[in-house]
């Protein structure tokens, strides 16, 4: 398990946007809104730097494309993960924006919400990361239907579990490739499965060669002879 990150950049890195709510617990510490948003808004840009590319993928970092990862060096690390988030991180357009999420009740059944004061930032990690440093048990607390349980890359959970997430389309190119590369893979096997039964079906519909109907006949002439 890694050691939770040491900050080394000037904190509080968006003092407008962002409190850091910090504990004695590991990992626990969490980042909270200063703003009040409608879904879709920006929140803040994905500027370089503070932004970094790193060769090392580690649960600290972020991934920006199929090839890059980057370390948020900001306030930003304090993101954490649910399965029904007030952010989403758009690689593409090198932005956070708040998503979309229910209103809790009956009478406010279709609505949706965006960001109020106060509020944890979290972001789903599966929709940047496509295999994940480390894989965790989510208690998010989105609860139940909502919450996907075991958290680990899109590689990981398939789109199936996914669905209805937002999604960064470099993670939704790859999921097609695996789900493509998948369907090929179950046809070589059926086509191999099926191969099999007709070269079984033909052996046994094989008809005796001329040597064969020969040896047969001797054999049963010379147990005729026998005293």
């Given at each position: 398990?890694?050691?939770?990150?040491?900050?080394?950049?000037?904190?509080?890195?968006?003092?407008?946007?962002?409190?850091?709510?910090?504990?004695?617990?590991?990992?626990?510490?969490?980042?909270?809104?200063?703003?009040?948003?409608?879904?879709?808004?920006?929140?803040?840009?994905?500027?370089?730097?503070?932004?970094?590319?790193?060769?090392?993928?580690?649960?600290?970092?972020?991934?920006?494309?199929?090839?890059?990862?980057?370390?948020?060096?900001?306030?930003?690390?304090?993101?954490?993960?649910?399965c029904e988030p007030s952010?989403?991180?758009?690689?593409?357009?090198?932005?956070?924006?708040?998503?979309?999420?229910?209103?809790?009740?009956?009478?406010?059944?279709?609505?949706?919400?965006?960001?109020?004061?106060?509020?944890?930032?979290?972001?789903?990690?599966?929709?940047?990361?496509?295999?994940?440093?480390?894989?965790?048990?989510?208690?998010?607390?989105?609860?139940?239907?909502?919450?996907?349980?075991?958290?680990?890359?899109?590689?990981?959970?398939?789109?199936?579990?996914?669905?209805?997430?937002?999604?960064?389309?470099?993670?939704?190119?790859?999921?097609?490739?695996?789900?493509?590369?998948?369907?090929?893979?179950?046809?070589?096997?059926?086509?191999?499965?099926?191969?099999?039964?007709?070269?079984?079906?033909?052996?046994?519909?094989?008809?005796?060669?001329?040597?064969?109907?020969?040896?047969?006949?001797?054999?049963?002439?010379?147990?005729?002879?026998?005293?």
């Amino acid at each position: 398990m890694s050691v939770p990150v040491q900050p080394d950049w000037p904190q509080p890195s968006h003092p407008e946007l962002i409190e850091v709510r910090y504990s004695a617990t590991e990992f626990n510490t969490s980042a909270h809104s200063l703003v009040s948003l409608p879904p879709g808004a920006l929140f803040t840009p994905l500027t370089s730097p503070p932004l970094t590319l790193t060769s090392t993928k580690a649960y600290s970092s972020i991934q920006l494309s199929r090839t890059e990862h980057a370390e948020l060096h900001s306030d930003l690390l304090y993101v954490n993960h649910s399965c029904e988030p007030s952010l989403v991180f758009d690689m593409a357009a090198r932005e956070v924006r708040v998503a979309s999420r229910r209103v809790q009740g009956e009478e406010q059944e279709g609505k949706e919400r965006g960001l109020e004061v106060g509020d944890e930032l979290t972001f789903f990690y599966p929709s940047s990361e496509w295999s994940m440093a480390q894989p965790f048990e989510c208690r998010c607390g989105a609860g139940e239907g909502v919450c996907k349980g075991w958290i680990g890359g899109a590689k990981e959970m398939g789109r199936e579990r996914m669905k209805g997430m937002w999604l960064n389309a470099f993670i939704e190119e790859l999921l097609d490739e695996q789900e493509r590369e998948a369907a090929a893979a179950a046809k070589d096997v059926e086509a191999t499965a099926v191969k099999d039964v007709e070269v079984t079906a033909k052996d046994g519909d094989k008809q005796p060669t001329v040597k064969e109907e020969r040896s047969k006949r001797t054999e049963r002439k010379g147990s005729c002879n026998v005293q």
